[in-house]
């Protein structure tokens, strides 16, 4: 009898585990979505090539996600759309053209880009869902974060997203 009570309680608690997000994981909430993610796999692999993408970066006085307003107080309603957006933006125009001489560095992009897809994949099921509902005010954001993007010839426009990779990570964590 007593061994059936410690099976339960041992089964009930590898039940619980499972259910919590693996490790290095975070549960983000944009407006009524819920995405887990591993934020310290993203930034590692950033951290590690962040100094070499940014030296890439020959035009430093423009940025493309720090733009007057841009990711600036965007409402709590309209983050999953911005955020969608811009994890599409990530994985369809600038990973593509981020590629060096140096292939650990396009490893790292390459897994970085992999946890973007995944995350574009989640999203996109919200959207599908209607949880992601997109107003005017961020439409208008992240068609400005295009134009600063398509204002630059493309190679240099993927390095510069990638090398501000840390404006994005940061705003996600503090909209939290």
């Given at each position: 009898?007593?061994?059936?009570?410690?099976?339960?309680?041992?089964?009930?608690?590898?039940?619980?585990?499972?259910?919590?997000?693996?490790?290095?994981?975070?549960?983000?909430?944009?407006?009524?979505?819920?995405?887990?993610?591993?934020?310290?796999?993203?930034?590692l692999g950033?951290?590690?090539?962040?100094?070499?993408?940014?030296?890439?970066?020959?035009?430093?006085?423009?940025?493309?996600?720090?733009?007057?307003?841009?990711?600036?107080?965007?409402?709590?309603?309209?983050?999953?759309?911005?955020?969608?957006?811009?994890?599409?933006?990530?994985?369809?125009?600038?990973?593509?053209?981020?590629?060096?001489?140096?292939?650990?560095?396009n490893r790292?992009?390459?897994?970085?880009?992999?946890?973007?897809?995944?995350?574009?994949?989640?999203?996109?099921?919200?959207?599908?869902?209607?949880?992601?509902?997109?107003?005017?005010?961020?439409?208008?954001?992240?068609?400005?974060?295009?134009?600063?993007?398509?204002?630059?010839?493309?190679?240099?426009?993927?390095?510069?997203?990638?090398?501000?990779?840390?404006?994005?990570?940061?705003?996600?964590?503090?909209?939290?």
């Amino acid at each position: 009898m007593k061994g059936s009570h410690l099976f339960l309680c041992l089964f009930s608690m590898a039940c619980w585990l499972n259910l919590m997000p693996t490790a290095g994981n975070r549960i983000f909430h944009f407006g009524q979505c819920r995405v887990s993610m591993s934020m310290t796999e993203i930034r590692l692999g950033f951290t590690a090539i962040k100094a070499n993408i940014q030296a890439r970066d020959p035009i430093r006085t423009l940025s493309i996600l720090s733009h007057p307003h841009s990711l600036h107080k965007v409402k709590s309603s309209d983050r999953c759309c911005i955020t969608h957006h811009l994890f599409n933006f990530y994985v369809d125009k600038v990973f593509k053209h981020c590629k060096t001489e140096d292939s650990y560095i396009n490893r790292k992009i390459s897994s970085i880009a992999n946890s973007f897809l995944s995350m574009k994949r989640k999203l996109r099921q919200c959207h599908e869902q209607n949880k992601c509902m997109c107003e005017e005010e961020s439409t208008e954001k992240f068609k400005q974060i295009l134009a600063n993007y398509e204002g630059l010839n493309v190679t240099s426009a993927a390095m510069k997203s990638l090398g501000e990779l840390d404006i994005l990570l940061d705003w996600m964590e503090k909209s939290q």
